[in-house]
């Protein structure tokens, strides 16, 4: 079973940086793709980054290019979502996902486990 909990998320002014991490209790933790969203009253689910089961690809969507960074540690169950030059506009919950049939990693259909979500705000 795959169970994820999101952690790292607070305020943060503009320009700084912070850490999500994505950790996962259950025992397949090397198995699937993970995938990060997030999501703002009233709007979609909207994809940030996602990384392959063995962390060798990662995927960004361009607002976030250059300034978050994906990556894993299997070993440690974990995946870390590190986000520099913060922007208001970066506020939002953000959502770890895990997906097992290699669809599209921006497509929220391909991923099949949803964490809780962890708020992330930036102040101007």
């Known amino acids: 079973q795959v169970q994820l909990a999101e952690s790292g998320g607070g305020l943060v002014q503009a320009g700084d940086s912070m850490r999500l991490s994505c950790i996962d209790s259950g025992r397949t933790f090397s198995s699937y793709d993970v995938g990060w969203f997030r999501q703002t009253p009233g709007n979609k689910r909207e994809f940030v980054a996602g990384?392959?089961?063995?962390?060798?690809?990662?995927y960004y969507h361009d607002s976030v290019k250059g300034r978050f960074t994906l990556t894993r540690d299997n070993a440690k169950n974990t995946v870390y979502l590190e986000m520099n030059s913060l922007k208001p506009d970066d506020t939002a919950v953000y959502y770890c996902?895990?997906?097992?049939?290699?669809?599209?990693?921006?497509?929220?259909?391909?991923?099949?486990?949803w964490g809780q979500g962890t708020q992330v705000t930036v102040s101007s």
């Open positions: 990384i392959n089961e063995r962390g060798t690809s990662t």
């Open positions: 996902a895990a997906g097992f049939t290699g669809g599209h990693p921006d497509d929220i259909y391909t991923y099949d486990y």
